[in-house]
C-alpha cells in the first residue's frame, strides 16, 4: 500500500530534506514543531505548533489531521502518547518501541548491554550530583558527562577532575531536555575515529550505507565524511551491531547508529531511529540519499543499490548570537569554490532565527579523497557569512 499523508514530529532541517523527498513523491506533509515557520513547515501542506511533550496536543494533532504514517524527527517526544497511538493502530515509523528506547540514551544503552550484549563503554547512571561522582568512581575519570534526554550533543561535556564532574552535572542538567535531571556518566573512550553507520530495516531486509566518519565540538557535529577509513573488521563488527540492534528495534526505516572505533573494534555508543545530522553528507555522496532511504523503507517501496558517487563531506553554517533578523552573505563565493571534479553544494536551512552555535546551514564537497572534500568543505562554509541587523 502507498502512504500519502505523513506527519513529521519535529520540522527542523532533517525534516526539511525529508519533507522534500516525500513532495517528490507526491506525499502530503503535515509538518508539527514548537515554534511557527520552521523549516519543514515552509514546505508542508499543513502544520501544527505544540510540543512534542504534550501528550494531549500530540493526540489531538494526530485525530485532526489522520495521517497515514507519524514520523519522528526529533527526541523530544511523549513517547508513552507514541505508543498509545501505535498501540491503535496509527502507524509510527520505524516504531513507537524504536523512538521510546531511543529518546533516553538509559533506555538505548540498557537495552544494547543487557539484552544484545554489544560493546559499549563502561557506564553508570546518576540523578544528584553525589551519584555523578560516585558514577565516575565507578567508570574512573576521565569521564563524559550527558543528559539521558537532548539533542545535538547539548548538554554534553567530559570531566578529568571531581570539581570538573560537578560543572558538568550542572552543565548537562542545565541543557537537558524534559523534566528529569538524569545523566550518564560513561567511561571517557580513546579511539581513533567516530562513525555513524546508516542502517536501513526494510521488509527485504537491512541494508548499510558506506560509514560516515565524523569530528564533534561541543558535542556537536562540525564536519562528516564519507567513507570513513576503517579496517575490515571494525566495518564488519559495526554492521553485524547495527543490524542486530535495528533488527531488535523493529519497524522499517533509517536508523543513524554510531560507533567509536579503536583499531579493528566497533564499540556501539548512541543510535537514532531517524535520518543522522551527520549523514547530510549522502546529499551529495550517495544516491539514494539518506532522506530518500527512509521515505522508501517507511512507505514499502523499492530501494536501488545505494551508490557512492565519491569521497564527500559537509561542514556546518554556525551563528554565534540570537537574532530573529539576520541575512546570508557569501553564498555566491562559497559556490564558486568547487569545479567540475570537486563539486560544492549549499544548503541553508531557513530558520527564522538565529542562536549561539546553532546550524543554520552546510556546505557540502566532492573531491579524489575524505580528507580533500572536508578541506573544501570547510573552506566554502568558511565563505558564508551571518549579517544581523539589529
Not at 24 to 53: K, T
Request: contains cysteine.
Amino acid at each position: 500500500m502507498y502512504f500519502a499523508s505523513l506527519m513529521l514530529l519535529g520540522s527542523g532541517e532533517l525534516g526539511r530534506e525529508f519533507a522534500i523527498a516525500a513532495k517528490r513523491l507526491g506525499c502530503r506533509i503535515i509538518a508539527c514543531d514548537r515554534y511557527p515557520n520552521a523549516p519543514a513547515m515552509q514546505l508542508a501542506d499543513d502544520f501544527e505548533v505544540f510540543s512534542m511533550l504534550d501528550g494531549a496536543a500530540l493526540r489531538a494533532a494526530v485525530e485532526k489531521h489522520r495521517p497515514d504514517v507519524i514520523v519522528p524527527e526529533i527526541e523530544a517526544i511523549d513517547t508513552a502518547a507514541l505508543a498509545e497511538l501505535e498501540n491503535e493502530g496509527w502507524h509510527v515509523a520505524p516504531s513507537a518501541r524504536a523512538v521510546q528506547l531511543t529518546m533516553n540514551r538509559d533506555g538505548i544503552r540498557d537495552f544494547a548491554v543487557q539484552q544484545l550484549g554489544l560493546r559499549t563503554s563502561r557506564y553508570r547512571f546518576a540523578e544528584s550530583r553525589d551519584e555523578a561522582i560516585a558514577a565516575a568512581d565507578a567508570v574512573g575519570l576521565p569521564c563524559v558527562v550527558k543528559p539521558v534526554m537532548s539533542s545535538s550533543g547539548k548538554g554534553q561535556s567530559t570531566a578529568a577532575t571531581v570539581a570538573e564532574l560537578g560543572q558538568a552535572w550542572d552543565y548537562a542538567v542545565a541543557n537537558m531536555r524534559g523534566d528529569r535531571p538524569r545523566v550518564i556518566v560513561e567511561e571517557f573512550i580513546r579511539f581513533d575515529s567516530e562513525i555513524t553507520l546508516l542502517t536501513v530495516a526494510t521488509k527485504a531486509g537491512v541494508l548499510f550505507c558506506a560509514p560516515i566518519g565524523h569530528r564533534q565540538e561541543h558535542g556537536d557535529y562540525r564536519e562528516s565524511w564519507q567513507p570513513a577509513a576503517l579496517s575490515a573488521l571494525a566495518l564488519a563488527s559495526a554492521q553485524e551491531q547495527a543490524g542486530k540492534v535495528v533488527q531488535a528495534l523493529g519497524g522499517n526505516g533509517i536508523f543513524g547508529v554510531e560507533f567509536f572505533i579503536r583499531g579493528d573494534e566497533a564499540i556501539f555508543s548512541e543510535l537514532s531511529p531517524r535520518p543522522h545530522d551527520t549523514g547530510m553528507v549522502t546529499l551529495i555522496s550517495q544516491s539514494p540519499n539518506e532522506f530518500e532511504l527512509h521515505l522508501r523503507a517507511v512507505l514499502g517501496l523499492p530501494i536501488p543499490a545505494i551508490e557512492l558517487a565519491g569521497p564527500s563531506a559537509s561542514a556546518v553554517i554556525l551563528a554565534d548570537r540570537e537574532s530573529e533578523r539576520f541575512a546570508f552573505d557569501g553564498v555566491a563565493d562559497a559556490l564558486a569554490h568547487g569545479s567540475g571534479e570537486a563539486p560544492v553544494e549549499l544548503r541553508l536551512f531557513a530558520k527564522p532565527a538565529t542562536l549561539p552555535r546553532r546550524r543554520m546551514g552546510v556546505a557540502l564537497a566532492r573531491a579524489s579523497t575524505a580528507a580533500d572534500a572536508v578541506e573544501l568543505a570547510k573552506a566554502a562554509a568558511a565563505k558564508v557569512r551571518i549579517c544581523y541587523d539589529g
